[in-house]
């Protein structure tokens, strides 16, 4: 039996990460008896499995929180590869923590009143402060005087999610970028898998990212709609969290790096073959640790519900091992 190590990270239930599964578990699913023979038309080996995604954008980035204040500024590099057919002018990305900046973004307009999401007590929104192509030799372009918040103007409303940044030079197929961002958030009161209720804070949907190019080089953008904002590339993030010293983080990946100073805690997270990431930092959470079919895993809940804790390590035993016999 041979098994790979690797880690997950759950939240009643949400998983932030993990990098890997079992190779073989020794569980295989039973044929199917019913099964119609005159569908199995070809008996052609399917083709290899891939090992890994196809990497194309990688985002090197740090964030500090402020609990009081509920803000996070985060800083970075992000490293994009045309990965289309065609030669691109433009960049599109997604700032999605504007949805919760007013009522008139896609998003509120779509949910109030409809699936039953409200406003938040508190308005969140996500500024960019620097956005830098940096050139082959050292020269650098600012693409910030470039970047238009209003490209979704004609669908109504005030919707800032979407953003186009035209770009100084052609980026030819297969050519990589480097950009260098900054960025300053202020998180919503708890609102559709982010924000904040107190000293809680889930910290999702909250650097600028950049939007899927497909590979006949038009781009998926698209204004924030529920259940739309997982659309992505994949690549690795390799993401340094700065919080509060008594605060417990739990985020995308595996620990890699771990310090305290000057009554601050700070974690670097780096995992790869993934296409968000989104982290959470609390001075209450409650940890549990397992290692599961070859996974590291790690459950973080409120104090007094031990019980949902233990109901989801036993539901993660069974998942595991089941899943990654069938999936991979």
């Not at 045309?82 to 509120?108: C, M, T």
């Not at 930092?281 to 397992?290: C, K, P, S, V």
Request: hydrophobic residues 40%; aromatic residues 8%; glycine residues 8%.
């Amino acid at each position: 039996m041979q098994r790979s190590t690797g880690t997950a990270l759950v939240l009643f239930g949400l998983c932030l990460g993990t990098d890997a599964a079992s190779a073989d578990l020794g569980v295989r699913p039973e044929p199917n008896a019913h099964a119609d023979p005159t569908l199995r038309t070809s008996t052609a080996a399917p083709p290899p499995e891939r090992t890994h995604a196809e990497d194309v954008v990688d985002y090197t980035l740090t964030a500090r929180l402020d609990p009081d204040a509920h803000t996070v500024h985060g800083e970075g590099r992000i490293l994009w590869r045309n990965a289309s057919r065609l030669p691109v002018r433009e960049l599109w990305l997604h700032l999605y923590l504007n949805a919760f900046k007013n009522d008139q973004s896609v998003f509120l307009r779509e949910r109030v009143g409809g699936r039953g999401s409200v406003r938040p007590a508190d308005w969140g929104a996500i500024d960019v402060r620097r956005l830098v192509l940096e050139n082959p030799g050292g020269a650098e372009f600012d693409l910030l005087p470039a970047m238009q918040t209003d490209a979704n103007a004609d669908k109504g409303g005030a919707d800032e999610t979407d953003a186009r940044v035209a770009l100084p030079r052609t980026v030819a197929p297969g050519e990589r970028i480097e950009l260098a961002i900054a960025f300053d958030d202020k998180l919503p009161s708890i609102i559709e898998r982010t924000g904040f209720v107190g000293s809680f804070h889930m910290v999702g949907q909250w650097f600028p990212k950049i939007a899927r190019l497909e590979p006949d080089g038009t781009w998926a953008h698209f204004p924030m709609h529920h259940l739309a904002e997982f659309y992505a590339d994949f690549g690795t993030y390799d993401v340094t969290l700065d919080v509060p010293e008594a605060f417990t983080i739990g985020a995308t990946g595996p620990v890699v790096e771990t310090r305290t100073a000057g009554g601050r805690r700070i974690e670097r997270h780096v995992q790869s073959d993934v296409h968000d990431f989104a982290w959470t930092a609390w001075d209450r959470w409650q940890t549990l640790r397992e290692t599961i079919a070859g996974v590291r895993v790690t459950v973080l809940f409120p104090p007094g519900h031990e019980h949902v804790a233990a109901r989801d390590l036993a539901a993660i035993r069974f998942a595991l091992p089941y899943e990654a016999s069938r999936y991979g």
